[in-house]
């Protein structure tokens, strides 16, 4: 009956539907195609429900199972930015605001945070403090270009979804135009047109810290780390400081805030600031790895990592802690998805159809947690404590045609105590 057993319930139960929905897609779609065999459709089932623990086919073909580093380490350095982001998204959710401007403030971080690394010469500076640097400036970039739609909120009253969708457009094409501009297109690599060279070119990346050595053959660097860390940071500055207490109050109820003294225009604008940042921070940490490349004609789409921290923030119930679980389910069923292309005849969108399930669940997490009250309630009575007996308890519990106990000599009626009351006025 705990609020907390109840919120994880709902998100687990949210997360079980929709793999099983997805793997009855998987087999509809296999049984229906007369190019998937059958056995390859219970492959994609199993691959559904365990596909990061796949190895891949033996010799007669069929699949092998076992610890995968690679898809682990794939899974770690994919999560990262959907960790932030999904940050970004759940601290904006807990001050009442929805932060649908993330993918705007990812592309923000990520022009500045390129540009920072590419242009600061590593042979006069050291390349880890060009890295500090450049991951500085790419997450003030995304909380300036995230204050933009708090400003409008707290000061015009204007929706902030509103305010964000513009700022995503506006991004995206001020993005486009910059590095259309610059000299950060990668020439060198002629099969790689409107490509921005990798930070390596420069002498810039994320410190492995070992974990390449464990997940061998896999892209993983210390983000992740960074990325926990930052989660731990942003559940102590809610949940344990004055700050996220203020933040929480204007979320709940911005008049009463303020009638508290507490300044909730300021607050607004803070939290929007925060988010950006978290995004801005997400970016940095994707692309100052040195071995992902930044396709620079973004006005055709916004980057998918802003609008997955959405789903992460929902399935987590905006609780910090459960973001880093939540994005780590999220880049493993995108690791899932690669496997089914890879190992079988399907195509990774069947794990965008268990995204979708997971999200419309989550957002139903309140009308699932009622009901898992009401079970609760209908499998254990609420147990009535034990009443003193009293005249009136006795005379209830008396049979009906029982006699009215006389009332005590002390004891006066109503009438009598009226009467009294009136001689003594």
Same mark, same amino acid.
């Given at each position: 009956?705990?609020?907390?057993?109840?919120?994880?319930?709902?998100?687990?139960?949210?997360?079980?539907? %929709?793999?099983?929905?997805?793997?009855?897609?998987?087999?509809?779609?296999?049984?229906?195609?007369?190019?998937?065999?059958?056995?390859?459709? *219970?492959?994609?089932?199993?691959?559904?429900?365990?596909?990061?623990?796949?190895?891949?086919?033996?010799?007669?073909?069929?699949?092998?199972? %076992?610890?995968?580093?690679?898809?682990?380490?794939?899974?770690?350095?994919?999560?990262?930015?959907?960790?932030?982001?999904?940050?970004?998204?759940?601290?904006?959710?807990?001050?009442?605001?929805?932060?649908?401007?993330?993918?705007?403030?990812?592309?923000?971080?990520?022009?500045?945070?390129?540009?920072?690394?590419?242009?600061?010469?590593?042979?006069?500076?050291?390349?880890?403090?060009?890295?500090?640097?450049?991951?500085?400036?790419?997450?003030?970039?995304?909380?300036?270009?995230?204050?933009?739609?708090?400003?409008?909120?707290? *000061?015009?009253?204007?929706?902030?979804?509103?305010?964000?969708?513009?700022?995503?457009?506006?991004?995206?094409?001020?993005?486009?135009?910059?590095?259309?501009?610059?000299?950060?297109?990668?020439?060198?690599?002629?099969?790689?047109?409107?490509?921005?060279?990798?930070?390596? *070119?420069?002498?810039?990346?994320?410190?492995?810290?070992?974990?390449?050595?464990?997940?061998?053959?896999?892209?993983?660097?210390?983000?992740?780390?960074?990325?926990?860390?930052?989660?731990?940071?942003?559940?102590?500055?809610?949940?344990?400081?004055?700050?996220?207490?203020?933040?929480?109050?204007?979320?709940?109820?911005?008049?009463?805030?303020?009638?508290?003294?507490?300044?909730?225009?300021?607050?607004?604008?803070?939290?929007?600031?925060?988010?950006?940042?978290?995004?801005?921070? %997400?970016?940095?940490?994707?692309?100052?790895?040195?071995?992902?490349?930044?396709?620079?004609?973004?006005?055709?789409?916004?980057?998918?990592?802003?609008?997955?921290?959405?789903?992460?923030?929902?399935?987590?119930?905006?609780?910090?802690?459960?973001?880093?679980?939540?994005?780590?389910?999220?880049?493993?069923?995108?690791?899932?998805?690669?496997?089914?292309?890879?190992?079988?005849?399907?195509?990774?969108?069947?794990?965008?159809?268990?995204?979708?399930?997971?999200?419309?669940?989550?957002? *139903?997490?309140?009308?699932?947690?009622?009901?898992?009250?009401?079970?609760?309630?209908?499998?254990?009575?609420?147990?009535?404590?034990?009443?003193?007996?009293?005249?009136?308890?006795?005379?209830?519990?008396?049979?009906?045609?029982?006699?009215?106990?006389?009332?005590?000599?002390?004891?006066?009626?109503?009438?009598?105590?009226?009467?009294?009351?009136?001689?003594?006025?």
């Amino acid at each position: 009956m705990k609020d907390g057993t109840r919120k994880l319930l709902a998100s687990l139960l949210s997360i079980v539907i %929709g793999l099983v929905v997805g793997g009855v897609i998987v087999l509809i779609v296999g049984f229906a195609s007369r190019t998937i065999p059958t056995q390859s459709a *219970f492959d994609g089932l199993k691959l559904i429900f365990a596909g990061i623990l796949s190895t891949g086919r033996d010799a007669a073909g069929q699949l092998t199972w %076992g610890f995968n580093p690679t898809n682990v380490g794939n899974m770690l350095f994919r999560a990262t930015p959907v960790i932030m982001t999904g940050l970004s998204v759940a601290v904006a959710f807990k001050t009442g605001l929805f932060n649908i401007g993330a993918s705007g403030q990812y592309l923000m971080g990520t022009m500045v945070s390129l540009m920072l690394a590419l242009s600061i010469p590593t042979s006069s500076v050291p390349a880890w403090l060009v890295w500090i640097i450049a991951f500085l400036g790419g997450t003030v970039a995304g909380a300036i270009w995230g204050a933009i739609p708090g400003l409008v909120k707290a *000061f015009l009253n204007i929706n902030e979804v509103l305010a964000c969708i513009m700022t995503n457009w506006i991004a995206a094409n001020f993005v486009t135009w910059m590095f259309d501009i610059s000299s950060f297109k990668n020439v060198v690599e002629n099969t790689k047109s409107s490509y921005i060279y990798k930070t390596t *070119f420069n002498g810039v990346a994320t410190p492995k810290l070992g974990l390449d050595k464990l997940f061998t053959g896999s892209q993983v660097n210390g983000g992740i780390l960074i990325a926990i860390v930052v989660a731990i940071g942003m559940y102590v500055l809610i949940n344990k400081t004055t700050l996220g207490y203020e933040l929480k109050a204007c979320g709940s109820n911005r008049h009463a805030a303020r009638y508290a003294g507490i300044r909730d225009k300021r607050n607004i604008v803070l939290s929007m600031a925060i988010a950006g940042a978290l995004c801005g921070a %997400g970016a940095s940490l994707y692309y100052l790895s040195g071995n992902t490349e930044f396709f620079w004609t973004t006005y055709q789409s916004l980057p998918a990592e802003g609008f997955n921290g959405i789903p992460v923030a929902l399935l987590a119930l905006n609780n910090p802690i459960g973001v880093i679980f939540a994005g780590l389910f999220m880049a493993m069923l995108n690791i899932v998805g690669l496997q089914l292309t890879n190992l079988t005849a399907y195509n990774e969108y069947i794990t965008d159809v268990i995204v979708a399930v997971i999200v419309y669940l989550s957002a *139903f997490s309140l009308v699932i947690r009622e009901l898992l009250v009401r079970k609760k309630r209908a499998v254990v009575p609420p147990r009535i404590p034990d009443a003193p007996i009293t005249s009136r308890t006795a005379a209830a519990a008396a049979p009906p045609d029982a006699p009215p106990d006389p009332l005590p000599e002390e004891m006066n009626t109503p009438a009598q105590d009226a009467q009294e009351g009136g001689e003594q006025a």
